[in-house]
């Protein structure tokens, strides 16, 4: 069965340093991936997606993600932190034809000033 | 457009109870995903709905049942609640046509605290 594992459920960086939020696949085959972030008292948006025609993602609000098949990660980054990055994220993964996402546990991140 | 829209949003159930969300997907939209959110476990499948037939299930007590109407809205419904019930339940919406790189639109939840 396909699955996603996030390491650290905790991030905190300082505003302006280098976000990386960690996420490794389970998968026998390419699987569809996702970022997903979730403000408070809101429900999940999606960042970006890997759909195979390309292995570096951009997103929105100044996120990124590259695709390793290698490492079987999907690893999200954004150069700068801003105090509006505090969320929680998660990666996701759709199996082929199976109708259905599934989210890893979630990290939330923690922006200092 | 409007969004997902989940009701109610807040919910206060005694053990033994049952309850039952609604969910209404995004205009257009035929598929509608449950999910469970708790804090560490993130979010669990549930099931998911396209044109009125369940089309796959999560690993949940048979407590935990869902259906669809022909407009598409959903409801899922959970009988005998347990204090591990309390938990965010998320409803997600898309076109569902099979295309598994679809995004999936969520609904703000509904919190169910069972006490």
């Known amino acids: 069965a396909q699955s996603v594992t996030q390491l650290g459920s905790h991030v905190s960086v300082s505003e302006g340093a280098l976000v990386l939020l960690r996420c490794n696949y389970s998968?026998?085959?390419?699987?569809?991936l996702f970022w997903y972030v979730q403000y408070p008292n809101q429900g999940l948006q999606l960042l970006l997606k890997?759909?195979?025609?390309?292995?570096l993602v951009k997103g929105i609000n100044g996120f990124e993600a590259e695709f390793k098949k290698s490492e079987t990660s999907f690893h999200l980054t954004k150069p700068s932190a801003h105090m509006s990055d505090a969320a929680e994220y998660f990666c996701?993964?759709?199996?082929?034809?199976?109708?259905?996402?599934?989210f890893g546990a979630g990290t939330r991140l923690f922006v200092k000033a | 457009k409007a969004g997902v829209t989940q009701t109610p949003r807040y919910l206060i159930k005694t053990r033994g109870q049952q309850v039952t969300l609604s969910c209404s997907p995004i205009?257009?939209?035929?598929?509608v995903s449950w999910y469970q959110q708790t804090p560490g476990q993130g979010l669990q499948f549930l099931f998911e709905?396209?044109?009125?037939?369940?089309?796959n299930k999560g690993n949940f007590p048979g407590r935990f049942s869902g259906r669809q109407f022909s407009n598409s809205r959903s409801e899922m419904n959970v009988s005998t609640l347990e204090l591990g019930d309390s938990a965010l339940y998320l409803c997600?919406?898309?076109f569902g046509q099979g295309a598994t790189n679809e995004k999936l639109f969520f609904g703000s939840g509904t919190q169910l605290s069972v006490l």
């Open positions: 997600a919406s898309s």
């Open positions: 998968s026998s085959v390419p699987p569809y």
């Open positions: 890997y759909t195979s025609a390309a292995t």
């Open positions: 996701a993964v759709s199996p082929t034809g199976g109708f259905k996402t599934i």
């Open positions: 205009s257009g939209h035929r598929s």
């Open positions: 709905y396209f044109s009125e037939t369940q089309r």
